[in-house]
């Protein structure tokens, strides 16, 4: 069910890391981690279909400021973009 388990201290750095979860887990292929109360089942399948990978929903910068007032992912358009050059 699980690729990897991350200590916090592996995946998040800056002023905030310490706001981020203790444990960051990576599932396998084909797995998705969602949570509800209401769950009669721990495995099963959701209404929900479709979801963001490890591998196409990050997005990691090292060695680059950040720009101020980041509102989405769209706003990176130029840092992307400046890290290519």
């Known amino acids: 069910m699980l690729r990897r388990v991350y200590l916090k201290e592996e995946v998040f750095q800056g002023p905030w890391a310490e706001e981020a979860p203790d444990l960051y887990l990576l599932p396998q292929e ?3 981690l969602r949570a509800s109360t209401s769950a009669s089942e721990v495995f099963g399948r959701s209404l929900m279909q479709g ?3 490890y591998e196409d ?5 090292a060695g680059a ?3 101020p007032g980041l509102g ?4 990176l358009k130029g840092l992307v973009l400046s890290l290519l050059v």
């Open 65 to 67: 400021e950040l720009p």
């Open 72 to 75: 989405s992912i769209a706003d």
């Open 30 to 32: 084909g797995f998705a």
């Open 57 to 61: 929903a990050h997005v990691f910068v």
């Open 51 to 53: 979801a963001h990978t």
